[in-house]
């Protein structure tokens, strides 16, 4: 049943992450929300919304998140990965360090995340990964966005192993891509109004509407667009 299923959100307390866990709160699931300055959302029922520090450059954090999820609720049957960053800079200027910055939160830590709860996962039988990833990780649309677009593109990969591993036991991954979306990031690099960009109450329907399907019905990659795009 819906409401008895329990999902694990990084980054909850603002932008796609806050919408996500509002939709799926007002949808009935039980969340494990992760934030790096825990707080209770205003709207949560504190018997059914569990909030915990997660910090994704933290190695090991996953592992406690988990494991608290786990002791409240007994279950885990859906991972949204949404934490990510965004460093606007070309594949030259950048150094490694920018690299790292953006593949250790927007790959790695969804990974470690994943792996956490594999097991959990697949005793849910209908376990499922969802991977913030985005358009940049589809096609490389500037030289700004192209440094960001290399994390990107590696998290759509990511999404799409996870889908084959965990094909046999149930689980089920999408890479959610979405264009400009109306939130801090978005408004950090674009002068674009918010009414012209994907709101973030969309994007959390569409998950909320990935995470709904059976087993039988994986999608492995969605794909938004808030302007006309070449493909995809
Ligand atoms: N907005 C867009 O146009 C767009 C488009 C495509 C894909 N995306 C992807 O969608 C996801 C959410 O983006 P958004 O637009 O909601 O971005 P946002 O408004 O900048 O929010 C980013 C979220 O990630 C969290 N975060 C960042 N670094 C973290 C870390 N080290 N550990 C834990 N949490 C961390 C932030 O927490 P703090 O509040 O603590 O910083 C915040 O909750 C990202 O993966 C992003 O790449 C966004």
């Known amino acids: ?14 932008g796609i992450g806050e919408a ?23 709207w949560a029922d504190p018997d059914r919304v569990q909030v915990v520090v997660y910090d994704a450059n933290d190695i090991g954090a996953e592992v406690e998140w988990t494991a608290d999820a786990l002791a409240k609720f ?31 939160v927007n ?9 956490a709860g594999w097991d959990a996962l697949a005793n849910s039988g209908r376990g499922r990964v969802i991977i913030l990833g985005s358009l940049s990780g589809k096609r490389v649309k500037s030289a700004a966005a192209s440094l960001y677009s290399v994390s990107k ?15 046999d036991l149930g689980i089920r991954a999408t890479a959610v891509c979405p264009g400009f979306v109306a939130t ?22 569409i998950i909320a509407m990935l995470l709904d399907l059976p087993n039988e019905a994986s999608v492995a990659e969605f794909t938004i667009n808030c302007q006309l795009e070449e493909s995809y």
């Not at 819906?2 to 909850?12: K, P, Q, Y």
């Not at 279950?75 to 250790?104: F, T, W, Y």
């Not at 790959?107 to 792996?115: D, F, G, Q, S, W």
């Open 74 to 104: 007994g279950r885990i049957d859906a991972i949204i990965a949404n934490a990510g960053i965004m460093i606007p800079k070309n594949v030259i200027e950048a150094d490694d360090s920018d690299l790292d910055a953006m593949l250790a």
């Open 20 to 42: 996500i866990a509002r939709c799926l709160g007002d949808a009935g699931w039980r969340l494990s929300l992760g934030m790096r300055e825990p707080q209770l959302p205003d």
């Open 184 to 205: 801090d990031m978005a408004r950090s690099l674009t002068s674009r109004e918010d009414r012209l960009m994907t709101d973030p109450t969309d994007i959390a329907r």
């Open 153 to 167: 593109f590696a998290a759509v990969a990511l999404a799409h192993g996870i889908r084959h591993t965990g094909w």
């Open 1 to 14: 049943m819906a409401e008895e299923r329990v999902a694990l959100i990084s980054g909850a307390n603002r």
């Open 107 to 115: 790959v790695k830590a969804p990974r470690r995340l994943a792996a």
